[in-house]
């Protein structure tokens, strides 16, 4: 079994022949868009591509992923570096959305509204809402829990408490999710252990598990998030299948080095 993060990740596996087929039992517990038609990747958890707004600094309380786009937000944004898988699997699901001409457009305008060139991770962008340097930061909501919590960096609480999540298009046509996933490796010589323990991860019992120790989203229908991750508000995730989001990874990809969204706002 080959364990990562991100649509993009699973489906190039499954383009580079190195996948079999998930049994049946497995792909049973999920709906449809969170594995592949084919049976040869399978969301184990979701994730919500949102926004972290500095408390003192951010007065809406809903926004679109379009909104971050004008020009009220200018020197305000902050973001990781647009080639990051997180971020590509956000530019993917608004081409599906928009197409690329509509996505070029308000991707160079979020450039343009940078505070900073895009660098570190999501955790240190809401280091730079903590900062002030930024009042607007893009994120995986994990990262929420796992700063509130984090022992071992407890400066990290204090990043985390600035800044609150707000679930972008939750009134529209909802949020971003991706995933992290599995594929059963076309030559592995356990394949039916390898069944047992997809079976097992897509659980009640692990699914719970997933949601309490990760702050991730359980991906089977009926388990609950866990309380810290349900304060935050209700998740309403873009339908958009999976398979049809990991189509447009090449242009994603292409616009981002086009429009040299790394090197932060060109105007
Ligand atoms: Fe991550």
Redesign the pocket.
């Known amino acids: 079994m080959l364990v990562t993060?991100d649509i993009g990740n699973l489906a190039n596996a499954k383009d580079l022949g190195v996948s079999q087929t998930i049994s049946a039992a497995a792909l049973a517990r999920v709906p449809d868009q969170y594995h592949d038609p084919d049976g040869q990747w399978v969301a184990l958890s979701l994730r919500a591509r949102v926004f972290y707004a500095s408390i003192d600094r951010v007065t809406q309380t809903a926004l679109t992923y379009e909104d971050i786009a004008k020009p009220e937000w200018k020197g305000r944004l902050c973001t990781r570096s647009g080639q990051h898988v997180?971020n590509i699997g956000l530019i993917m699901t608004r081409i599906a959305h928009w197409g690329v001409d509509r996505t070029r457009t308000r991707l160079g305008a979020v450039r343009d509204n940078l505070s900073r060139s895009p660098t570190g991770a999501?955790r240190d962008c809401v280091k730079a809402i903590f900062d002030g340097s930024c009042d607007l930061a893009i994120g995986?909501t994990?990262?929420m829990g796992l700063m509130l919590t984090n022992e071992a960096e407890p400066e990290q609480k204090a990043w985390a408490a600035s800044a609150r999540i707000i679930y972008p298009d939750a009134d529209g046509e909802g949020t971003q999710v991706n995933v992290s996933g599995a594929i059963s490796a076309k030559y592995a010589p356990n394949k039916e252990n390898a069944d047992k323990l997809f079976e097992f991860l897509l659980s009640d019992e692990a699914q719970h598990l997933y949601a309490s120790g990760n702050y991730e989203f359980p991906v089977v229908e009926g388990v609950e998030p866990s309380e810290l991750v349900a304060s935050w508000g209700t998740l309403k995730a873009d339908q958009t299948p999976l398979i049809e989001i990991a189509g447009h990874r090449k242009e994603a990809a292409a616009l981002v080095d086009e429009l040299k969204f790394d090197e932060g706002p060109q105007e």
């Open positions: 993060v997180y999501d995986n994990y990262y």
